[in-house]
Antibody, heavy 122, light 106 residues
Framework: QVQLQESGPGLVKPSQTLSLTCTVSGGSISSGSYYWSWIRQPAGKGLEWIGRIYTSGSTNYNPSLKSRVTISVDTSKNQFSLKLSSVTAADTAVYYC??????????????WGQGTLVTVSS | DIQMTQSPSSLSASVGDRVTITCRASQSISSYLNWYQQKPGKAPKLLIYAASSLQSGVPSRFSGSGSGTDFTLTISSLQPEDFATYYCQQSYSTPSFGPGTKVDIK
């Protein structure tokens, strides 16, 4: 059973960089043809996809966040990471990592981490 | 960007009711449509992928249909554990989610 777990600071100051790591257990991050995504959800609001990475290092980002986002992977540690720069209060949210599977060419998020709350405040 | 809308935004229903939630895409997305259930304080859970395929382990009272721009999620007989918020998500292009439909107890 694949499990994902987010980790990182719960409080980030405005203008600084938010950094989170997702550790994957129960399977190798390099096995299969999976993408690994970050998704966020402000309190009481909907879900926003941030970006994804393939184990080759290939990335795709949400155009609305692209200028501030970097996603990387460390296959030796079975982890992938998110960096979001120049944060403001609008970036306060629960951040989820998720595995993206594909069946019949249709991508979907089948495994999710429990989520971690990141608050942007001075 | 593909915009997703859902209706209704919320509904009240009783155990045993048949519940239908609608999702509409701003352009055709073929069958690139997934449904998730989210309970308070928890991560979303995949219910349906590719518009109508039931994820392993999900009860058969959940079903999905549609293609192109219009999709539905149906719960044939609402159970106590089904009270939650439901999101549709398109994966045709940059992934995006609908605003959610909250199902609560009448």
């Amino acid at each position: 059973q694949v499990q994902l777990q987010e980790s990182g600071p719960g409080l980030v100051k405005p203008s600084q960089t938010l950094s989170l790591t997702c550790t994957v257990s129960g399977g190798s991050i390099s096995s299969g043809s999976y993408y690994w995504s970050w998704i966020r959800q402000p309190a009481g609001k909907g879900l926003e996809w941030i970006g994804r990475i393939y184990t080759s290092g290939s990335t795709n980002y949400n155009p609305s966040l692209k200028s501030r986002v970097t996603i990387s992977v460390d296959t030796s540690k079975n982890q992938f990471s998110l960096k979001l720069s120049s944060v403001t209060a609008a970036d306060t949210a629960v951040y989820y990592c998720a595995r993206e599977e594909r069946e019949w060419l249709v991508p979907f998020f089948d495994y999710w981490g429990q989520g971690t709350l990141v608050t942007v405040s001075s | 960007d593909i915009q997703m809308t859902q209706s209704p935004s919320s509904l009240s229903a009783s155990v045993g009711d048949r519940v239908t939630i609608t999702c509409r895409a701003s352009q055709s997305i073929s069958s690139y449509l997934n449904w998730y259930q989210q309970k308070p304080g928890k991560a979303p859970k995949l219910l349906i992928y590719a518009a109508s395929s039931l994820q392993s382990g999900v009860p058969s009272r959940f079903s999905g249909s549609g293609s192109g721009t219009d999709f539905t999620l149906t719960i044939s007989s609402l159970q106590p554990e089904d009270f939650a918020t439901y999101y549709c998500q398109q994966s045709y292009s940059t992934p995006s989610f609908g605003p959610g439909t909250k199902v609560d107890i009448k």
